[in-house]
C-alpha cells in the first residue's frame, strides 16, 4: 500500500460517500415516518400489535443482501429505489418496536389525569405520549442508523452506489487499499450519524429544543451533502450517463473500466456499476438500467435462455445473439476475441511427464490422478457431460477456494484443476492449459452487449467497436495478473488493455 | 336514596346506574342510585374491589355505564362531549399523573391552554391558583415536577384540577400516597378550600378517618351496590347496616384508645 494507491481510492470517496449518506437518511427518514405512526396506531388497536411486530420481526431476520437482492426482482428495477426499500424495511424493527415500547411505558395515572382533565385523543398524543415516549424512540433510530449505514455497503451489487463499491470491488480484485478505506469510511460515517442521533436523543430527553434544532440542522447538512453531487452532476449535464455494467470478479472489473476509458476518450460521459450480481445485471440490461456490459455466451445461453444441448460455438453465438435480439431487446455488438471457460491446467513438469497436450492425452492417467476444482463444479452439468464424453475419472476429487486452486496444483497438492481460462494465475504459475478436443466444456466467450436504447447510440456504438475482436486470450491474462498476482489497481490492468488495442 | 341529603338542589344525580366489564358474571357497579348536591362534599367508602373508583370515572365519562342515567346539573350527561364534560370537572388522582415533562406552571395551567386561553390569562390564573395552593409562584412556577415533595406535588395536582373554574371535583384517594402528617395538613386544608370556593366533590378513600374527617355525607359500598348513605356523625352514632357498623369500628376504636392514653397521661403517640 502506498501514497498513490491510496490517493487513487480517496478521489472516489465523494462520490461513494454522497451516495451512501443520501441513501442512509432517505432510508432512516422512510423507517421514521413509517414505523412512528405504525407504532401508535398499534398501541392504540391492540389487536394489530401482536402481527405487525412479528412481521416486521420476520423481515428483519432475512439477510440484508438476501432482502436487497429481492427488491430487484420485485420492483423490475435496479440501482438506488430498490436499495432505499430494502434499507427502509431494515429500519423498521427497531425504530417500531422502540415505539411501541415507549409509548407503552408513558406511566398509565399520567394517562389517565391526561383524559381525566379534558385531552382529546389528538392532544393526549401530542401533548403528553409522544413528548414522553421520545427519547425510546429516539434510541431505537439511533439503532436504526447503525444498522442502516452498515447495511448500505450490501447495496452495490443491486447496482447501488455506496462505500460497498470500494468493499466489493477491493475483495475481488484483492486491492486491501480499497477495502480499508471502504471499511474505515463507513464506520466513521456511522460513529458520526450515531452521535447526531445521540444528540437528538439527549435534546428529547433533556427536553432541549436548541440542541434539537442543532442536531436536526447536522441532519440536513449531511442530507445536503448527500444530495449536493448528485444534484450537481444532474444540473452540469442533462444527458444521462451511460452505465457500465460488471459482475463480481476482477476480469469484469477491468472490462468496466476499460469500456469507461474509452468512451471516455470519445467525449461520452459514462459511469461504471460494478460488483452486481449476474442475473440482475442481465435483467437490468434487458430494462435499460444498465446500457452496456461483457458477458460470456454458455453463461448466456444456460442460465438466461436455460438451454441444454451445447452446439458448435459458431451455432451458439448466432443462436443466442438472435435470441437477446428478439426476446430481449439486447444487442449483441460481437465477441471480444477471449473466452473465460473451465479448462483443464496442469504444470508445465505434468504435461511433460506424461506427454498431455489435449484432454484426451490424460486418459491413460486419469486413474493415478487427483483433479481440484471449486465448490461448484462436481456438480455442475459440464462435469457430468466429461466423464459421458471422455469416458474416465480421476482417482480422487478436491473442492477447494477457486482463489487457492493455482497454488495448490503448483505445489503438487493436487495434479490437475479446472482453472479459468484467463485467469492471471495460469501464466504465474507457468501451467498449461489442455485442449477440449472433444469439445465438452461450451464455449464462454466474452461478448459485448448492449441495451435497446444504447443500441440507438450511434457514437456509442462506434465508440465500442474497437473491442470487437480487440482482446486474446493471453491479453486478458495478463491484464488478471497484473491485478490478482502483481497487485496493481484495475485501473492499471484497464489502461494495459487500452494501449494493446490503440498498438493494433 | 336522597333523605338525609343537603338542602341545596342535586348536582349529580346516579339513577340506577351498572357498570359491567366485559363478560365478567357479576357487575362491578350495580343499579346504584345516588344524588349529590351542590356544594356538598361526599365520599364513596369502600374497600377495594367494591365499585367507588368505577362509579366515579362514570361521572366523567372516563367509562361508560351499561345501563342507568348520570345528570350533572339536571343534564345527561351522555348527551355531552367527553371532552368538554371533563374540562369543566376536576379530576384528581392518587398518582397525581402530573405531566413530567411539563413545570409546575405549565402543569397548573393545562386545562386553561387546551381551552384556548389567551396567555396573559393563563398566567394570572397560575399565579393564583399557586398562590392559593400556598406555592409561591415565583419559585415555584418554573420548576420541574420531580423537585417537588409529594405533598407539593398533590398540591400542583389540585392548582391543576381548579384551574378550569370547576364547580365539580372528582378525587381517587387523593391524598393516599402523603406521609401522615403532610396529608392531615392537606385534607385540613382542602376542606377549607372547598367550603370557600362552594365545590362539588366526589371523594373515593378506603381510609375510614379521612371519610369520616372531610365528608358531609358517607356513601357505603359493598360489591357494587350501595350500602348506606348518611352523614359521619349519625352512621357512627347508628348505623342501618352492620357493614357499615364493622367498617366505621375501626376509627371509632382508634378515637377511644387515643382519649384513653391522652387522660392516662402516657405515651407521646
Known amino acids: 500500500m502506498n501514497d498513490s494507491m491510496l490517493m487513487e481510492q480517496l478521489h472516489r470517496l465523494p462520490d461513494y460517500l454522497s451516495a451512501h449518506l443520501l441513501l442512509t437518511i432517505v432510508a432512516l427518514a422512510v423507517g421514521v415516518v413509517v414505523c412512528i405512526p405504525l ?36 420492483l423490475g428495477m435496479i440501482g438506488f429505489v430498490p436499495a432505499l426499500i430494502a434499507l427502509s424495511i431494515y429500519s423498521f424493527l427497531p425504530i417500531l418496536r422502540n415505539t411501541v415500547t415507549g409509548v407503552l411505558g408513558v406511566d398509565g395515572s399520567i394517562v389517565e389525569a391526561a383524559r381525566g382533565i379534558g385531552m382529546t385523543d389528538r392532544q393526549l398524543l401530542f401533548r403528553v405520549e409522544l413528548p414522553l415516549a421520545l427519547p425510546v424512540i429516539v434510541a431505537g433510530v439511533r439503532t436504526a442508523t447503525v444498522w442502516i449505514v452498515g447495511t448500505a455497503t450490501l447495496a452495490t451489487p443491486v447496482g447501488a452506489t455506496s462505500l460497498g463499491n470500494y468493499i466489493f470491488g477491493g475483495l475481488q480484485t484483492q486491492n486491501i487499499t480499497a477495502v480499508l478505506v471502504g471499511c474505515i469510511s463507513a464506520a466513521l460515517l456511522a460513529i458520526i450519524l450515531d452521535q447526531i442521533v445521540r444528540l437528538v436523543e439527549v435534546a428529547a430527553t433533556r427536553r432541549n429544543f436548541r440542541l434539537g434544532a442543532l442536531a436536526t440542522l447536522l441532519l440536513l447538512l449531511l442530507f445536503a451533502l448527500g444530495i449536493g453531487p448528485s444534484l450537481a452532476e444532474r444540473l452540469a449535464d442533462n444527458n444521462r ?6 459482475k ?77 435480439r428478439d426476446v430481449k431487446g439486447i444487442r449483441n455488438l460481437g465477441a471480444l476475441g477471449f473466452e473465460n471457460t473451465y479448462a483443464l491446467a496442469v504444470t508445465r513438469e505434468t504435461a511433460k511427464k506424461y506427454g498431455l497436450r489435449s484432454i484426451s492425452d490424460l486418459s491413460a492417467v486419469a486413474p493415478q490422478l487427483s483433479i481440484g476444482s471449486d465448490y461448484e463444479f462436481f456438480s455442475r452439468p459440464e462435469w457430468s457431460a466429461f466423464k459421458a464424453t471422455y469416458r474416465f475419472d480421476f482417482n480422487d476429487h478436491l473442492s477447494i477456494d477457486p482463489a487457492l486452486m493455482y497454488s495448490a496444483v503448483s505445489e503438487g497438492e493436487t495434479d ?27 464455449p464462454y466467450d466474452a461478448v459485448l452487449l448492449v441495451s435497446e ?52 | 336514596m336522597n333523605e338525609g341529603a343537603t338542602n341545596n338542589p342535586a348536582e349529580i344525580e346516579l339513577v340506577e346506574v351498572s357498570k359491567r366489564f366485559g363478560a365478567a358474571s357479576e357487575p362491578a357497579v350495580d343499579r346504584l342510585s345516588l344524588s ?23 361521572i366523567n365519562r372516563l367509562l361508560e355505564p351499561s345501563s342507568g342515567e348520570i345528570r350533572i346539573s339536571g343534564a345527561d350527561i351522555l348527551q355531552e362531549d367527553p371532552v368538554l364534560l371533563r374540562r369543566r370537572i376536576g379530576y384528581v388522582v392518587q398518582g397525581i399523573g402530573l405531566f413530567p415533562h411539563l413545570t409546575v406552571g405549565e402543569n397548573v395551567g393545562i386545562v386553561p391552554t387546551l381551552m384556548g386561553w389567551e396567555q396573559n390569562k393563563i398566567r394570572r390564573r397560575v399565579d393564583e391558583l399557586l398562590e392559593l395552593m400556598g406555592l409561591t409562584p415565583a419559585e415555584f412556577i418554573d420548576r420541574d415536577t420531580a423537585e417537588l415533595s409529594g405533598g407539593q406535588q398533590q398540591r400542583v395536582g389540585v392548582a391543576r384540577a381548579l384551574a378550569g373554574r370547576p364547580r365539580i371535583m372528582l378525587m381517587d384517594e387523593p391524598f393516599g400516597a ?68 364493622a367498617l366505621l369500628s375501626a376509627p371509632k376504636e382508634q378515637a377511644e384508645q387515643l382519649s384513653r392514653l391522652m387522660h392516662g397521661g402516657g405515651s407521646d403517640e
Open chain 2, 178 to 245: 402523603l406521609d401522615p402528617l403532610t396529608r392531615d395538613k392537606l385534607q385540613f386544608e382542602f376542606k377549607q378550600l372547598q367550603r370557600q370556593l362552594k365545590l362539588t366533590v366526589v371523594m373515593v378513600t378506603h381510609d375510614m378517618m379521612e371519610a369520616v374527617l372531610l365528608a358531609d355525607r358517607i356513601a357505603v359500598m359493598r360489591d357494587g351496590r350501595l350500602v348506606e348513605v348518611g352523614e359521619p356523625a349519625a352512621l357512627m352514632r347508628a348505623a342501618q347496616e352492620d357493614y357499615t357498623d
Open chain 1, 248 to 324: 463480481t470478479f476482477t476480469e469484469q472489473y477491468i472490462l468496466a473500466n476499460l469500456i469507461t476509458k474509452l468512451l471516455d476518450e470519445e467525449g461520452i460521459a459514462a459511469e461504471s456499476r460494478a460488483g452486481m450480481g449476474s442475473i440482475i445485471l442481465f435483467d437490468a440490461l434487458a430494462s435499460g438500467g444498465v446500457d452496456c456490459y461483457v458477458d460470456y455466451s454458455g453463461t448466456v445461453w444456460a442460465n438466461a435462455m436455460k438451454r441444454e444441448v451445447v452446439p458448435s460455438r459458431d451455432t451458439l453465438l448466432a443462436e443466442m445473439t438472435d435470441w437477446l
Open chain 1, 241 to 246: 450517463k451511460v452505465i457500465i455494467g460488471a
Open chain 1, 453 to 504: 436504447t444504447a443500441a440507438d447510440n450511434e457514437p456509442l456504438l462506434s465508440a465500442l467497436q474497437s473491442l470487437v475482436n480487440g482482446i486474446s486470450d493471453q491479453q486478458m491474462q495478463v491484464a488478471n495478473k497484473i491485478v490478482d498476482v502483481d497487485g496493481f489497481s484495475v485501473d492499471s490492468a484497464a489502461t494495459y488493455l487500452l494501449h494493446q488495442l490503440e498498438g493494433d
Open chain 2, 36 to 58: 349529590v348536591g351542590a356544594g356538598e362534599f361526599l365520599v364513596l367508602l369502600g374497600e377495594s374491589g367494591c365499585g367507588k373508583t368505577t362509579t366515579l370515572k362514570m
Open chain 1, 416 to 442: 490437475v484443476i479446472t482453472a479459468f481460462s484467463t485467469d492471471g494465475r495460469i501464466i504465474d504459475y507457468d501451467l498449461v492449459l489442455l485442449t477440449d478436443d472433444r469439445q465438452v466444456f461450451p
Open chain 1, 39 to 74: 407504532g401508535f396506531l398499534v398501541t392504540r388497536v391492540k389487536a394489530l400489535q401482536w402481527p405487525t411486530l412479528s412481521v416486521v420481526g420476520v423481515l428483519q431476520t432475512i439477510p440484508g443482501i438476501a432482502l436487497l437482492a429481492l427488491m430487484v426482482p420485485l
